[in-house]
């Protein structure tokens, strides 16, 4: 950990003299995700967005692009027409935002890093594990920079965990267990129009076992942020309980880890009234580690025969990666879009680093990148290979193959 005193930071934005710029590819107003980036990104007001294809739908592109003062000459309906026109720019964005369906994701990065501009991408990060190969490669050999938006590694007390792992406080990592179990009507039950279904819910957009992008994913990669350690073998069952669902909705997966822990995976559309469900609970030799996003300010530590002690965002005593994750004093609530809007900051100040002639690594090293996303694309086939195996198999996984 190298990054100075946080004055350090602070004056980074001045010292270049302008803000990060920033363009986005999907994330309309006909999408889920597109404002809470909007939000997120314009918290520190660190960066601006300029330019935009923001919907597959010329005119929701173009409205969604004025009610956000881009300029006329900066909006597109096409996202290759925008990496060229954006490439070819002194006042070039330095990262595109891609808010796209997963399957869109590869061509759309591919598109802008061949124009030497970040990519700041949704998870899951590509359709295929083999997509993720390639984007790993085109990542490394460019010299940019891909942030991947598992938001929730945002929260200071998800930081504070990882912290606290590295830092032996539980002892040795023996089991790890996480989950993203949601219920809400929303995704709990079929809409009575079929034709009402977002993507996320069609086989033929990201295939039955889509809900391991969508949700699994976040849960693999929280659970791997905080223990910094990769699944190597995964065990799987897949089910689908909504009546007239075509894709499975619930998801079980075994997971064994390569620090040697064992654990747990559960990914669900179907747990009942739950509204959202990403939780982690971390077991050591001497003490686990409990977090809930719906209560997100607060870490559980429990120790053996000892009461349980709860830590709480913006205490003096925290780790600095937490602390410098939180804007608010303690018992003022910051929440997700604070926690969204810490990948933006980081992603800022590595940027604004880089346009002073300074070391950008530190700001990178709490944010999921292209390799985590590799590695969750490498667990979702093997997930989906050991259920239709039909049994308990085993299979091996090579981190960053
Ligand atoms: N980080 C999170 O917590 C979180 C939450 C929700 C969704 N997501 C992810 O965000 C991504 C988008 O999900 P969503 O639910 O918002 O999808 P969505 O279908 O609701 O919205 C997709 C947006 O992309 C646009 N689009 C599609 N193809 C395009 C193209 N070729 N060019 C330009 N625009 C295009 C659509 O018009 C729409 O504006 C997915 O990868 C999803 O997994 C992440």
């Known amino acids: 950990m190298t990054i100075g005193p946080p004055q350090a930071r602070e004056q980074l934005l001045r010292r270049c003299g302008r803000r990060v710029r920033l363009g986005m590819v999907g994330g309309g107003a006909d999408s889920v995700i597109g404002e809470t980036h909007r939000v997120a990104l314009r918290a520190d007001g660190l960066c601006e967005l300029v330019a935009g294809a923001l919907s597959i739908v010329p005119e929701i592109a173009f409205e969604t692009a004025r009610m956000n003062l881009i300029p006329e000459d900066r909006i597109f309906t096409d996202f290759r027409a925008m990496a060229e026109g954006e490439g070819r ?55 940019r920079i891909l942030v ?13 965990a990882r912290e606290m792992v590295r830092a032996g406080s539980i002892g040795r990592v023996t089991l790890i267990e996480a989950e993203f179990c949601a219920g809400d009507p929303g995704v709990a039950r079929e809409p009575a129009d079929r034709a009402k279904r977002h993507w996320r819910f069609r086989p033929e957009s990201m295939g039955k076992a889509a809900i391991l992008g969508e949700v699994g994913s976040h849960a693999h990669n929280i659970a791997s942020y905080v223990t910094e350690a990769e699944i190597v073998s995964v065990s799987a069952r897949l089910d689908t309980f909504a009546a ?38 971390i ?4 003490g686990a580690l409990v977090w809930r996003q719906e209560e997100p300010e607060l870490l559980w530590r429990q120790r053996l025969g000892r009461p349980a002690s709860r830590l709480s965002r913006g205490l003096d005593e925290l780790s600095r990666p937490s602390l410098e994750a939180t804007r608010f004093r303690p018992g003022h609530p910051e929440g997700y879009a604070l926690a969204f809007a810490n990948l933006y900051k980081d992603y ?14 530190p700001y990178l090293e709490y944010l999921p990148d292209v390799r985590a996303g590799l590695a969750v694309m490498q667990v979702i086939e093997a997930a989906e290979r050991s259920h239709n195996q039909r049994g308990a198999v085993e299979l091996v996984i090579r981190p960053g193959a």
């Open 283 to 286: 077991f050591g030799e001497d």
């Open 348 to 361: 800022a100040h590595a940027r604004l680093s880089e346009l002073i002639g300074e070391d950008r690594s």
């Open 244 to 281: 007239g669902r075509d894709v499975y909705d619930n998801a079980y997966l075994t997971t064994s880890w390569d620090n040697g822990a064992v654990g747990r995976i559960w990914s669900s559309y179907v747990a009942i009234g739950n509204e959202h469900g990403l939780s982690f609970r």
């Open 148 to 160: 991947l938006t598992h938001c929730y590694t945002g929260y200071p007390m998800v930081r504070q």
């Open 89 to 143: 720019r002194d006042d070039r964005i330095d990262a595109v935002v891609i808010a796209t369906p997963p399957q869109t994701h590869f061509e759309i990065a591919r598109a802008f890093l061949r124009q030497g501009i970040d990519v700041i991408c949704e998870k899951p990060m590509t359709a295929t594990a083999a997509e993720a190969a390639k984007l790993v490669s085109l990542v490394e050999a460019s010299g």
